[in-house]
């Protein structure tokens, strides 16, 4: 492989470069306040991207022990379908593949939308909606929608850079 297939290689990522490094956020949302942790690292000679995250959740009335959150996500381009593709592996069982469907880098606006989750019920969809404000910040929106039900927000977080790209 030459130079330039490397190059050219690396740059089929560039949507998500941003998001390189590690990350500290706040959440609220259906199951309560969290705090997480989130990293992205590029992988297997710069081909995929890495995404990891932890989020613990406050004790709530719901959830008097309070929660630990945790996935592991791998984003790669397809060739084929000329499309980006994120692989998401929870600790509850589920395994959602999303599809890049928005993204507007003026606007600094990204969202995934899900083509298949794993291990729920059939006709459910889930929905990750990604708005940069700066370098060194951006809000995360995820929102999941029941068979023939309108999509309704699950969690909302704030991530702050804590070291990498920025």
């Not at 995250?53 to 996935?71: C, I, L, M």
């Not at 509850?92 to 600094?108: A, I, M, R, S």
Request: proline share 4%; hydrophobic share 30%; aromatic share 14%.
């Amino acid at each position: 492989m030459n130079d330039r297939n490397i190059q050219d290689r690396q740059d089929i990522l560039e949507p998500f470069r941003y998001f390189l490094g590690e990350w500290k956020g706040k959440g609220d949302g259906k199951n309560g306040f969290s705090q997480s942790e989130r990293r992205f690292d590029l992988i297997l000679n710069d081909n995929f991207i890495q995404v990891s995250n932890r989020s613990v959740y406050e004790p709530q009335k719901r959830n008097p022990s309070g929660e630990v959150h945790e996935d592991i996500g791998f984003l790669s381009y397809d060739q084929g379908r000329e499309q980006y593709v994120m692989r998401e592996f929870h600790n509850e069982g589920y395994v959602n593949q999303y599809v890049l469907e928005t993204w507007d880098p003026e606007e600094g606006l990204m969202i995934m939308s899900t083509e298949a989750i794993e291990n729920i019920p059939p006709g459910w969809h889930a929905r990750t909606t990604y708005k940069i404000f700066s370098d060194y910040e951006f809000q995360e929106t995820f929102d999941l929608a029941g068979p023939d039900a309108d999509w309704t927000c699950y969690i909302t977080s704030e991530f702050h850079r804590e070291k990498g790209k920025g």
